[in-house]
């Protein structure tokens, strides 16, 4: 075997080598990269496992009030069952004192029709006794002129001294004077006082 080939072979076993050493010094830096990172790697997960748990936990107490059981959710439906039933109640009430006012504003309207037809009536009533009387007493004083003086004179010395002024007020006065030449003294000076009273109320000008 020549010399060269000897050289050649010598460098290819020491290449081997060489290769074969580094190929272990790889993996035995990955092994113990594996094993130092591994605890980190898990510790790191387990920190995000907690942080996790710990984040729903907190949601969990953060949610937790705003959600009302059930008994209180019961309770709640009976208070407005309550308030509702207690609100009904006082519409009812309020609706019969309506209708009770409206009952009683319309008897009150009815009553104060009544008045007034009764007044209207009333007042036509008095109107036609107004009249009549009116209509009577001239009627009166008109039969008192006709009549003879001592006739008349006869009559008014048996009436009231106020009935009579009143008539003699109403007649001629020549008629008048006839009556209250037929009276007595007595009577004639009782009729002039009245009448004297009567024109002394009259307002003068």
């Known amino acids: 075997m020549s ?13 081997g080598t060489l290769m074969m050493i580094a190929v272990l010094l790889m993996g035995s830096a990955i092994v113990r990269l594996g094993i130092d990172a591994g605890p980190a790697i898990a510790r790191e ?25 059930s008994a209180e959710l019961q309770e709640m439906l009976a208070a407005f069952k309550e308030r509702e039933a207690a609100l009904a109640a006082r519409e009812a009430e309020i609706e019969d004192r309506m209708k009770a ?24 009533t008095l109107a036609l006794a107004d ?21 008349s004179a006869a009559l ?9 002024a009143g008539f003699l007020a109403r007649m001629r006065p020549e008629a008048a004077a006839g009556i209250m030449a037929g009276l007595s003294p007595e009577a004639a000076y009782t009729i002039s006082v009245v009448l004297a009273g009567r024109n002394g109320a009259v307002p003068k000008e």
């Open 45 to 69: 997960v387990a920190s995000l496992q907690k942080g996790g748990s710990e984040h729903e936990a907190d949601s969990g107490q953060l949610k937790s009030p705003t959600m009302p059981s």
């Open 156 to 164: 008014f010395e048996e009436m009231d001294p106020t009935f009579a």
């Open 101 to 124: 006012l409206e009952i009683a504003d319309e008897a009150i309207e009815k009553k104060l029709a009544a008045l007034q037809d009764a007044e209207e009536k009333l007042k036509s």
């Open 131 to 151: 009249g009549a009387t009116e209509a009577d007493v001239a009627r009166l004083t008109t039969v008192y002129e006709q009549m003879k003086p001592k006739e």
């Open 3 to 15: 010399e060269k080939k000897k050289k050649k072979r010598g460098g290819r076993a020491k290449s």
